[in-house]
């Protein structure tokens, strides 16, 4: 059977569709110093003083299911920092403060304790203020056990060094770095492949090529690429960056490119983790694979030809595998 997003009932048209609809909405609430608003990876509020805010919003997605599954809580608190500070980080922006909400059916603190502790181990590593949030208890909404998370992650960056893409120009040099897997992404077509039906496949099910068991391979966290970005673009040599999410690497990568631009990728120039070649063989063929996973890749990096060498060897010394995975094309 071939399995796609939309048969797993995910409608990234539909997603699309919204997105507009909400970008139409929100414009009758902007303001002079929105500087942008709905569909980037984060919004820019100019505060005055050179200095301006940005800030996005966002959750794990059907990995709760997963880690309802396995009782691994404590992932998803990376995951949830993660999903958010990296794409503040693509404007430029140092994260400053987080702040969480949880909805479940009932507060279970074996569930939300190791959850709260990765959030704030992971605010610490990248410099980020666990602000607050909110915990909302709402039995009949919620069954128990069910529960949802989002976050929400504020930063500044100087107006003059925001990275926005407007700079990026054709040839430029297109730089990924590895992912652990499947980040937060994807979820509800990975559930479908291969823990639902008859085929479905157990948790101890060592993954070929990877050597652990599938629930480990599933609940890896998001990476955090805070450190790394904002090192990469402290050089000056960065004209854009995307965190490879839902819709894959040529969608993100396409969002902060302009005109006529467009990404050109090898996917042949790295190695894919296993988890994906397991994805392949249950059933998702290889369009849709692109399309909706990000395939070893997390966070991709622009610069010019003559920077790759620099650029690289920074994001190397902070300890990231690094590839260089196409280019910039008209």
Known sequence: ??????????????????????????????????LSGIGGFSGL??????????????????KLEVARMTGSFRGLGQDLVAMNVNDLVTCGAHPIFFLDYIACGHLDADIFGPVMEGV?????????????????????????????????????V?????????????????????SSGLHSNGFSLVRKCLLDGDEALAMDHIVPGDGKPLSEVLMRPTRLYVKAALEAASSGAVTGMAHITGGGLEENIFRILPGPLRPKIDFSTWERPPVFGLLRESGVDEKEMRRVFNLGIGFVLVVR????????????????????????SS
């Open 45 to 62: 509020y100019r505060l005055g003083g050179g200095k301006v805010l940005a800030a996005c919003t966002d959750g794990v997605g059907t």
């Open 158 to 178: 100087e107006e003059a060094c925001i990275i926005d893409g407007a700079q990026v120009s054709k040839g430029d040099v297109l730089l990924g770095l590895a």
């Open 1 to 34: 059977m071939e399995w796609t997003y939309e048969r797993a009932g995910v409608s990234l048209q539909r997603s699309d569709a919204w997105i507009d609809l909400v970008r139409k909405i929100a414009s009758r609430a902007s303001s002079p110093n929105v």
């Open 305 to 328: 030809p003559r920077d790759v060498q620099m650029v690289s060897s920074i994001l190397g010394g902070l300890g990231e595998t690094v590839y260089v995975i196409g280019e910039v």
């Open 120 to 156: 704030a181990e992971s605010c610490s590593s990248c410099g980020c203020a666990l602000l607050g949030g909110e915990t909302a208890e709402m039995p009949g909404v919620y069954h128990p056990g069910y529960f949802d998370l989002a976050g929400f992650a504020v930063g500044i």
